[in-house]
């Protein structure tokens, strides 16, 4: 396995699709409260609030939930204020590890990225250390059976795709940014269903790692996601199919 889907992919297989909503909610709160900060109250003229309204309401968040977050954002409504940080250091094997968060408070949030690098054989980096090998792009997954690859292409591209992947399971068509919900639409429109869409970080180069640090690797990953403050988290390391089967069980 490889490409930015590493993780939700690894998530996936593994049946470990956050089954506690009320942390899953608060998460995209978050990011639903930061996006109108930055940007404005319409999704329309947002691009990154519509992408967060768009996973929020495909993981069932009642749209009063979604209404509440954005007039937090925009100062309506009372509410913690979060800034944005973002971590790098490295992984077993020597791989890259991004981690993004949201926090009303740094020094505790680095701290426990810290201590939680430490814990499983990883360490924390300065800023910089490995963000040269990552690119931020939207990615859409579209699940291969009964898909074209030829349509799918085509439709990809006319919407101003940049990219279209062949992958195990689905298809992985790359963005710009602030692009991905509007070739979704595009997609949609003509008859493809999506599987998700997101703005991810891309790895340029991936670390192929099997065995115990593959294992490793997983553990590492999944302790961070598990934290309160981090968003996302972002690896380039590359597992090999039949190395997921065997963790996987």
Known sequence: MSGHSKWSKVKHFKGKEDAKRGK???????????ATRNGGGDPAFNPRLRTIIAAAKAANMPNDNIDRAIKKGSGELGGATFDEVTYEGYGPGGVAIIVEVLTDNKNRTVAEIRHTMSRNNGNLGENGCVAWNFEKKG?????TPGVSEDAL???????GAEDVRSETDAFEIVTAPNDVMDVKDALEKKGFKTASAEITMLPKN????????????LRLMDALEDQDD?????SNFDIPEEVMAKIGG
Do not use: P, W
């Open 24 to 34: 899953i909610f608060s998460k995209l709160i978050r990011e639903i409260m930061v």
């Open 153 to 159: 292409i085509e439709a990809a591209l006319d919407a």
């Open 230 to 234: 981090v968003q996302h988290v972002y």
């Open 206 to 217: 991936t670390i192929r790692v099997d065995g115990k640090t593959a294992e490793a690797a």
């Open 139 to 143: 990615i859409i997954l579209v699940n």
